[in-house]
């Protein structure tokens, strides 16, 4: 099966997992979670970064599977504070020359991050997924991941 096919499948398994599913913790869980076991190992941090409402631009850690996430991001900072800042998705095939990259885990070599948004266009939080290997993510990761960020909090 090629990789569209597999994010193709994917959003529909997560799509249906959520149906009806009120709570957001339970959305983000769900997609960390088949999105992890469905790329791995290529996917070797996935997981997501929430807007913190008491907090003024500052991303807290949510859902995630891998190693020890970092807790807290302001916005700018490092490849997951730059999306939350710029709302746009971005692909960095070596985070090592990416400037104020945070190294949560030194494995880390490459990584995409995709914002999520609420229905109203408030950013919600913002999805990362890191990688062992240089290079590792492209743009069908790039389709697949906002697809499945663009359904994610609708009800
Ligand atoms: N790589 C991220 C930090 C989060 S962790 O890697 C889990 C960044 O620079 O935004």
Excluded at 9 to 28: C, M, P
Excluded at 57 to 63: D, F, K, S
Aim: hydrophobic residues 45%; glycine residues 8%.
């Amino acid at each position: 099966m090629d990789k569209a096919e597999t994010y193709r499948q994917l959003k529909a398994e997560i799509d249906s997992v959520v149906e009806g599913e009120t709570s957001e913790t339970a959305r983000y869980a769900t997609a960390a979670c088949l999105l992890a076991q469905a790329f791995k190992p290529r996917f070797f941090w996935t997981g997501f970064y929430i807007v913190d409402p008491m907090k003024d631009a500052e991303l807290v850690v949510g859902p995630y599977q891998g190693t020890l996430g970092c807790l807290r991001i302001p916005f700018g900072k490092g490849v997951c504070g730059h999306v939350a800042a710029t709302r746009e998705a971005i692909i960095v095939p070596d985070v090592h020359e990416f400037p104020g990259h945070i190294a949560c885990d030194a494995a880390s070599n490459s990584e995409i991050v995709v914002p999520v948004f609420h229905a109203d266009g408030r950013l919600a939080a913002v999805l990362d997924v890191d990688s062992t290997d240089y290079d590792a993510f492209d743009t069908e990761d790039l389709t697949g991941l906002t697809a499945i960020c663009e359904t994610l909090l609708t009800v």
